[in-house]
């Protein structure tokens, strides 16, 4: 599995690298190393995914027409990352994460 999905996982559902730290049983310090794909024991990825999973993370392995991924818990409502800001004239064009939605 990609580093970067356990990384989306982890701020998709608006925690700290700390709050899954501790949820994992890891140090902060080795749950870093892992998100930023250094390396790390099978041992660690096992005990970050079982945590993410615990909270309603599934992740999918690649298809023949898609990379892989991952799927929210049943009723997620997370805040967005990106928001409009305002400016003088009202609202940007550009409004946010839903212009990005296929």
Do not use: C
Request: glycine fraction near 12%.
């Amino acid at each position: 599995m990609h580093p970067e999905l356990l990384l989306a996982a982890r701020v998709a559902l608006g925690l700290t690298r700390h709050d899954l730290a501790i949820q994992a049983g890891i140090g902060e310090r080795t749950l870093a190393d892992l998100e930023g794909g250094r390396r790390s024991s099978v041992e660690t990825y096992l005990l970050v995914r079982q945590a993410l999973e615990s909270m309603g993370i599934i992740f999918q392995p690649s298809s023949a027409d898609a990379g892989p991924g991952l799927r929210l818990p049943e009723g997620w409502k997370g805040s967005p990352l990106v928001t409009p800001r305002k400016t003088r004239r009202g609202m940007r064009k550009n409004q946010g994460p839903s212009d990005f939605a296929s």
